[in-house]
């Protein structure tokens, strides 16, 4: 039955009704210049070899006799090291804060986007599988099939980087060491290039400039480490708890200092240094600051087992030191 033009149809008749505000998406820009880092595993020997009926990632332990006979050297081919990065990368609490995005371009110009949902293969057999699956099927889903995990997308990579980024490539042989909290932006996004091959400097044109991130070289995984890590002092929070642990610790560095003014006094038999000690031991082990380190047990045995004098039992007890009397 259709309603009569006057009538008001749902909820509009109530006088504490407040329509919903309209849904705006985000734009393909905004979404593009969010903060963020993206890593590009470039030059990863993924590719695979026919054994019999079957497919199998090469690699230089199972595969040394065909790599040999098609003319390349066996060292080369390393499919461990992009196992090894993408391990690092998707484990940091940088991948975990929703602020990494991960691509691997490799050595037959192949494109692969990482979804940071991405749990990788602790093994390196299962990883192979999962390449295998994903260089045939273009494509690996979840189990439940929701969203795709790993995909090939279309070449070139700067396509797939937000515009206006610095994009930064690593390499031993660039120069001068620089430190990497200098090669990570303040503001916006940045894009970072890491070789993912074991021999060989990155080599590619869509890169601005070439760093080098220490004065020796690293593997691949422990350059995506670095720059993980100069990301996240930027953007992640503080642990609160290990700040008050620091704190904490301060104040057990003034304690050790004042017993240690009072050692010499002590042994000579000073009473009076006894009981000050006690007093400014006990007036220290009050302090808020030093409460969450004698927040368990194992911290309090290891507090009070650098204390001289002091004992476990109770944070607020200092036992008697014995004395010779002159």
Known sequence: MAARSGDKRGLEHLDEYEPKPAKHMR?????????????????????????????ELMNCDQHKNMIIKSGRDPGTIRPDIAHQCLLMLMDSPLNRAGLLQVYIHTERNALIEINPQ?????????????????????????????????????????????????RIATSFTSGEAVCSRSVVPEEGPAAVVIGAFAHGAV?????????????????????????????????????????RRVDALVVLGDVIQAVSQHVLELR????????????????ALREPRWQPLLGNGRSRRLCFGLIPGATNRSPYKIRNIGYKQQ
């Not at 820009?29 to 026919?50: F, N, Q, S």
């Not at 690293?218 to 996240?232: D, G, Q």
């Open 268 to 283: 000579h038999g000073d009473a009076p240094a006894v009981t000050a000690l006690r007093h400014r031991a006990d007036d």
């Open 27 to 55: 734009s393909l820009h905004d979404r593009m210049a969010e903060r963020r880092l993206v890593v590009i595993l470039e030059g990863a020997t993924l590719e695979t070899v026919k054994v019999g009926k079957t497919f």
């Open 118 to 166: 991405t749990r990788i293969p602790r093994t390196f057999n299962r990883f192979c599988g999962l390449m295998v699956q994903l260089l045939h099927k273009l494509s690996v889903r979840a189990a439940d099939g929701s969203q795709r995990l790993l995909r090939m997308i279309k070449n070139p990579v700067s396509d797939h980087l937000p515009p206006g980024c610095p």
């Open 203 to 243: 080599n590619v044109d869509y890169t601005e400039k070439t760093v080098s991130i220490s004065n020796y070289p690293l593997s691949a995984a422990l350059t995506c480490a670095k720059m993980c890590s100069a990301f996240e002092e930027q953007d992640l929070p503080r642990d609160q708890t290990l700040q």
